[in-house]
């Protein structure tokens, strides 16, 4: 297996300019989780996915921001409209089952607003 | 909700000190996990902790679950350049998502 997969790795976008993030989890994991990591607030929970259905989302920063999980091998995090404030690197992360299981990230996104 | 607390923020040491960082929990942890994320790259697994007062050790790298599994540390002993990154705790929440703490950045000066 390829291991969990992003897309974009980076991306550079104007300010109010809508930005779509991909994430492709390794086949078989049921939990998908998405992460923000900037310096000033480290790895922040955005929101988590169990069998592609949202569990906590109390993460997501504002409206701006949205999730969505049609199927079990794919997921995106949407920003509408995006602002500079939105920049830092974005992380998708899959586990096999449970939270006490260890979880496999992607290659993140790095994500510039201007 | 759950907070899981680490220090310290930064550490610079010299190639062959010790390392040490101490994660805290404000609740009890069924398990808890560590991470290690290199400059640039992502948080890559290190090892899980589930029974209270587990001591397990990896090379150099000794980990410890507190016996109220409410705290956890990660010792390094004899540090290399190559242990240089960020080091994360994560233990599970009440939905089950997985809170990481605000990790430790380590830095080994040759």
């Known amino acids: 297996d390829a291991g969990v997969i992003q897309s974009p790795r980076h991306e550079v976008t104007e300010m109010g300019q809508e930005v779509t993030l991909r994430c492709k989890p390794i086949?078989?994991?049921?939990?998908l989780f998405w992460y923000r990591q900037t310096m000033m607030r480290g790895l922040e929970l955005l929101i988590y996915?169990?069998?592609?259905?949202?569990?906590?989302d109390s993460g997501m920063p504002e409206d701006r921001f949205s999730a969505k999980m049609p199927n079990a091998s794919f997921s995106t995090l949407k920003i509408q409209p995006s602002e500079p404030r939105d920049s830092a690197v974005y992380f998708c992360?899959?586990?096999?089952?449970?939270?006490?299981?260890?979880?496999?990230f992607g290659q993140g996104t790095r994500l510039t607003v201007v | 909700g759950q907070q899981v607390m680490q220090i310290p923020q930064y550490q610079h040491v010299q190639e062959g000190e010790d390392f040490t960082t101490y994660c805290n929990s404000s609740?009890?942890?069924?398990?808890i996990q560590w991470y290690k994320q290199r400059p640039g790259g992502h948080p890559v697994f290190l090892i899980q902790?589930?029974?209270?007062?587990e001591v397990k050790k990896q090379k150099r790298l000794t980990f410890q679950f507190g016996e109220a599994k409410k705290n956890s540390s990660l010792h390094i002993t004899a540090t290399q350049t190559t242990d240089v990154g960020t080091y994360f705790c994560?233990?599970?929440?009440?939905?089950?998502?997985?809170?990481f703490g605000s990790g430790t950045q380590l830095t080994v000066l040759p």
């Open positions: 996915f169990n069998n592609n259905v949202p569990i906590d």
């Open positions: 902790l589930v029974k209270s007062g």
């Open positions: 994560a233990g599970p929440g009440s939905a089950r998502q997985l809170t």
């Open positions: 086949s078989g994991h049921n939990s």
């Open positions: 992360a899959s586990i096999p089952g449970q939270s006490n299981t260890e979880a496999f």
């Open positions: 609740t009890t942890l069924s398990n």
